[in-house]
């Protein structure tokens, strides 16, 4: 999101941004009795109720105690809401508030937090420029709710949830290209404080990087692409899997994406609580790096690197640039993507062409994180703010970058730069890709 400059309208941004986090974050704990909350619906996810004080606990250590210089409210907590101190597998068993006494310390803590924003001087040090640290604590809830939102979809049990479905496609995929070729070249990858002030660490610096000639995908691909994989046993066939993908999924019967399920000749998928057939026209969805891969593979094609993923959404050959979105540097609108939960699913392939890049690919940010080929590690010149744990103790092979941003994602949490990263088991994400090709390989002069 556009950060301005004077510090009124900071103030004012700042304050939308945590209202916005925290209305997202009531309605995803309001709907649910307080067994639901309590309860720990996958070991790979925390209780409800954990990630409701973790959040206020996060906001209480950086904007009251950090920023505010205001003393601690409750110091004796800090421990339990830790997240590298207790695996989630693990939290259900700590001592944690209670959800009327989790609310309670949430309102508490957001009222003097409100108090700090309406006196802090928004300037004169990183953490401040240009109100960093409320933009941080906004995304760090955004975050936090497409977290729970992953934990409602792994949530037995009726539905709680509700939401409009996206409108009809606008353009028919079959009338367009099925890949764009991206030039050869350099361009900018990565953004600075300047240009983008709540950008989070691993965003920067901005650097130039070459990318050799490519083609990619214009849409992700779709469920009903994917099937053809699944129909064509490629969940069979070693020949396509990474060999410790291949393993991970003979070890757990994987056939098919997470949620999916075969009946009576016809795929169905559970989705917050609802059985449906399985939309051909959507970007497949839950699926692991390694199913990507292999998909890829078994396509004759391949993942896109993470620097070629970003150039092919936002670089303008026209003027050079790296643009903030695929679309320009406007604030993204629901004609430009398919984020912020206002669709509890993603959009059909051939929706909002407003949102395309200029090379002309489409659907890049919302609807469904994109795997990438590339390991999660540290830009050139990287240096990690506010602390290590955000983006530094991850960096390495063990984790693999995601792009553009799901359907659940907000956009204060979005943005062209905007880096994820996960395990490449991990399915229960709302993870979905394209994939690529390399183009010719550039030839040299002479007569």
């Known amino acids: 999101m556009t950060v301005p400059t004077s510090a009124e309208a900071l103030r004012g941004h700042a304050y939308a941004a945590l209202a916005g986090a925290r209305a997202r974050t009531a309605l995803l704990t309001d709907c649910v009795d307080d067994a639901d909350l309590t309860a720990q619906h996958s070991p790979l996810m925390s209780p409800l109720v954990w990630d409701l004080a973790h959040i206020s606990n996060q906001e209480e250590q950086w904007l ?13 907590i800090d421990s339990l809401y830790d997240a590298f101190a207790h695996p989630r597998a693990t939290r259900p068993s700590l001592p944690l508030l209670p959800p009327a006494e989790a609310r309670a310390y949430a309102a508490e803590v957001r009222g003097r937090v409100l108090d700090v924003l309406d006196s802090a001087r928004l300037e004169g040090r990183p953490l401040v420029d240009a109100a960093f640290a409320f933009g941080m604590i906004a ?11 992953i934990t409602h ?16 496609p606008v353009e028919d995929p079959a009338l367009l290209p099925a890949e764009v070729r991206i030039p050869g070249g350099a361009f900018l990858m990565g953004t600075s ?25 214009t849409f992700p691909v779709t469920n009903g692409a994917y099937r053809n994989f699944v129909d064509a046993g490629g969940y069979r066939d070693p020949r396509w899997w990474d060999p410790r993908g291949w393993a991970y999924i003979r070890e757990h019967g994987t056939e098919a994406p997470l949620f999916w399920r075969r009946e009576g000749g016809q795929w169905l998928r559970r989705r917050f609580g609802v059985v449906e057939p399985v939309p051909d026209d959507e970007p497949v969805l839950h699926v692991s790096w390694y199913e990507a891969d292999a998909y890829a593979r078994w396509a004759g094609r391949r993942l896109p690197t993470e620097a070629e993923w970003e150039k092919a959404a936002r670089h303008d050959p026209v003027t050079g640039r790296s643009l903030r979105h695929p679309w320009g540097d406007a604030d993204p609108t629901p004609d430009h993507a398919n984020l912020g939960q206002r669709h509890l699913r993603p959009a059909p392939v051939g929706s909002c062409p407003a949102g395309r890049s200029p090379l002309g690919v489409r659907q890049l940010m919302g609807d469904v994180w994109e795997w990438t080929s590339s390991d999660f590690l540290p830009y050139p010149g990287f240096v990690a703010f506010p602390y290590r744990e955000y983006s530094e103790v991850f960096f390495g092979p063990a984790h693999k970058v995601l792009r553009g941003g799901s359907f659940a994602a907000a956009p204060v949490a979005c943005r062209g730069t905007f880096r994820n990263w996960d395990l490449p088991v991990r399915r229960q994400i709302f993870s979905g890709f394209r994939t690529a090709r390399d183009g010719e390989p550039a030839h040299g002069g002479g007569a």
């Open 64 to 76: 009251l105690r950090a920023v505010g210089g205001r003393p601690a409210l409750r110091p004796e």
């Open 139 to 149: 995304q760090h809830e955004q975050q936090h709710d497409e977290t729970m939102l």
């Open 153 to 168: 979809q792994l949530r037995r049990g009726p539905a709680v949830l509700a939401a409009p479905d996206p409108p009809p």
């Open 193 to 217: 404080h300047e240009d983008e002030p709540w950008a989070l660490d691993n965003e920067r610096p901005a650097h130039v990087r070459f990318v050799p000639e490519f083609f990619i995908d």
